[in-house]
């Protein structure tokens, strides 16, 4: 046996035990449960969520999906009272960019869960390229 | 009579400055990685998701373990027993992150990183550029640190 291979599995076994311990405790370890939405399923149940456009204003306003609320990171300070009025502090909230290379989605649904202390946030994968191509209305 | 000591041919002289400094730079960089990623392993499983390359659940196991293989990987570069192993899982890992860095911008992914965890964005031609020097110091380590370097047993 090369004796590479010893120190070797010692290295990749001496993680094992902190990253267990990571999974089990760590105050911001990450939920197994996904917090995508896929968009053929936002789409064939829209109601269900507050959606929030996390793109500029400029695609907003050239169309997003019917009741959904514009929140950017780059107006935040001004979009966000207008969204805590349209929501009602219960329904989910189901955010998205433009599409599945887009990541302004995550940060805005990252500010609001550690800010905003929403704890039902989630993503919408593949965003409005995916929600038209799934045949989602637009307005 | 045991075997005279490789010392002499292990990069001594004006190399073993160097090559502590490299030692050091590599072990440092793996430290400081996997620490701050150890800090917030959910951020990092985002980051991860961010690439399109893993299942959620892949992901999350990834952001648990990876911080942890790279501490490790620190920790086990400095010492000599360890070394050469450490070195050449400090070269995997590189390479590894390399192509998903690739893959990422051959897709037009617009990512951070997630190098050093959250908060610290920074863009995909810096990662690349930090991501092959670290592998370019890593292979140079693993030229100048010879089998004969690491301590061994004199037969009797």
């Known amino acids: ?139 | 009579m045991s075997a005279p000591s490789p010392a002499n041919s292990c990069g001594c002289g004006w190399r073993r400055p160097l090559l502590a400094t490299l030692l050091i730079s590599v072990a440092g960089v793996f430290l400081v990685a996997g620490t701050l990623k150890a800090w917030d392993p959910a951020a990092f499983a985002d980051d991860l998701r961010n690439y399109r390359l893993f299942p959620w659940p892949a992901a999350v196991a990834l952001a648990l373990y990876l911080p942890w293989l790279e501490i490790s990987v620190g920790i086990a570069v400095l010492h000599p027993r360890t070394r050469r192993a450490a070195l050449w899982l400090a070269l995997a890992l590189c390479i590894g992150f390399l192509a998903t860095l690739l893959q990422a911008w051959a897709r037009g992914l617009d990512i951070s990183c997630g190098c050093l965890g959250k908060g610290t964005s920074s863009g995909l031609a810096e990662a690349l550029l930090r991501a092959a020097a670290l592998a370019f110091a890593t292979v140079k380590l693993l030229a100048y640190t010879p089998r004969a370097c690491a301590p061994h047993h004199s037969s009797p």
């Open chain 1, 1 to 139: 046996m090369p004796r590479i291979l010893r120190p070797l599995a010692l290295i990749l076994l001496a993680a094992v035990l902190p990253a267990a311990a990571s999974a089990l405790l760590h105050p911001r370890r990450p939920s197994w449960l996904s917090d995508e939405i896929p968009a053929h399923l936002a789409a064939s149940n829209p109601t269900r969520y507050l959606m929030v456009d996390a793109r500029p204003a400029t695609d907003f306003a050239t169309g997003h999906i019917p009741g959904a609320v514009s929140l950017n990171e780059d107006a935040w300070d001004a979009l966000f009272p207008p969204f805590l009025d349209a929501w009602d502090g219960e329904r989910p909230i189901l955010v998205y960019c433009s599409s599945l290379s887009c990541a302004t989605s995550r940060e805005v649904a990252h500010r609001l869960r550690t800010e905003a202390g929403i704890p039902e946030v989630f993503v919408m994968e593949g965003g409005w390229e995916a929600w038209i191509s799934a045949g989602g209305p637009a307005e």
